[in-house]
């Protein structure tokens, strides 16, 4: 956990009753964005972290393509600057998550936090965020970030010349796979079925293109790796129409088997589609089906899920939740 992060402080005393104009759920680049641009309009935003303070980059190292940083930053201290500029603003950040929420009686709306504090807010910017989905392999998690990753925009840029493996076979894998081609020298599919789930148009692509190959009825068993601090180094591999188990030398690990967004939280009292992501029913616009409860970021976004796109929706929470509280 980063300095500032490790410094918040639940000021919530168990059974307390925090009244806010603007509730903010979640630290991540949506999240503190929000409350940068809500400070700043003199809302006096509370930010609830939840379970992870910083969001997903405080999982990663290097972040190459965040604007205004002319040579890489780390995740964790971009979320560090973020979470610093939040408070600097006039937020009020607590260390808390919350459990259950009330949005059936409309605005203030209720919600319950794991400190036993209770939220009345005016309005809420939920940006719970996302989270990869992870095939549970031995060396998986240990080699996150030394050439297992679950996103190509982020990490393809490391790839270059290099050979990479693409698990999955849905829409993610076979987006993930082309986006490679603009960096790595081969790519590799991995996937366990003998065709594709991903859409035709998609597909097509995929097989017209050079340096793509594909593994069927291959399923990944674990990841190899050498060195101190290790990189990795190839795939343990298993034919599951012959049994055969044999290992391929690869550079590079992209897990694209889909993501989940946080919110079951909000079933039966928000529209969710059928990945459960939060619907925004009108476009260019962050409001959710029930008024006053806005979201942002990577969850309501499957396409871009990037820093910069949850911390761009995160601006137009605030703006959104502001005319909406000046309409009240
Ligand atoms: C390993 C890795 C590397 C990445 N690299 C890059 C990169 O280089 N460039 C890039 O642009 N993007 C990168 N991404 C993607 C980027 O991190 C996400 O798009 C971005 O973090 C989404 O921001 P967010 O604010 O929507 O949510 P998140 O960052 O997912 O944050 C969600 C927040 O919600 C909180 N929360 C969840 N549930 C609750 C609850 N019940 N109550 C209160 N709070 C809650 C969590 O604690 C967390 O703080 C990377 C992602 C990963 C996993």
Redesign the pocket.
């Known amino acids: 956990m980063s300095q500032i992060h490790s410094q918040i402080h639940s000021q919530a005393n168990t059974s307390q009753t925090l009244a806010t104009n603007l509730l903010i ?7 503190y964005t929000a409350a940068i641009y809500a400070a700043r309009a003199n809302l006096s935003p509370v930010l ?10 405080t ?2 190292t290097e ?4 604007p205004g940083f002319a040579t890489a930053i780390q ?1 964790p201290r971009l979320m560090e600057q973020m979470a610093q500029q939040a408070v600097h603003t006039g937020t009020r950040i607590e260390y808390d ?2 459990t259950s929420v009330d949005f059936s009686h409309g605005s203030p709306f209720h919600l319950m936090g794991d400190s036993g504090t209770t939220y009345k807010a005016r309005s809420v910017i939920i ?4 989270q ?1 989905r992870w095939l549970g392999l031995p060396n998986e998690k240990r080699l ?2 030394a050439g297992v ?3 190509a925009t ?1 990490d393809g840029f490391f790839y270059r010349g290099k050979n990479v493996v693409v698990v999955g076979g849905g829409n993610t894998a076979v987006e993930e796979a082309l986006y490679l081609t603009h960096h790595a020298a081969h790519v590799t599919v991995i996937h366990r079925r003998d065709k594709f789930r991903a859409e035709k148009v998609l597909q097509e692509r995929l097989f017209n293109e050079k340096k793509i190959s594909v593994l069927w009825n291959t399923i990944v068993e674990d990841i190899l790796s050498a060195g101190t601090p290790p990189v990795v180094t190839g795939v343990v591999l298993r034919d599951i129409q012959n049994n055969r188990q044999y290992s391929l030398q690869t550079d590079g690990v992209f897990i694209a088997i889909g993501h989940t967004p ?1 919110t079951s ?1 909000f079933q039966g009292q928000l529209e969710l589609d059928s990945e459960g992501y939060i619907v925004i029913p009108t476009p260019r616009s962050t409001q959710t089906s029930v008024p006053g409860i806005f979201a942002a ?3 309501q976004d499957k396409i871009y ?4 796109t ?1 911390a761009g929706t995160g601006c137009m929470a605030a703006l959104d939740a502001e005319r909406f509280l000046s309409g009240l």
Do not use: F, K
């Open positions: 759920l979640g630290s991540g680049p949506a999240g609830v972290t939840g379970l992870q303070p910083g969001g997903q980059l999982i990663t972040v190459e393509n965040y995740g998550l919350i940006a719970t965020g996302a990869a996150q970030g990753s679950a996103c982020c946080t939280l970021g990577d969850v899920r990037q820093a910069v949850a």
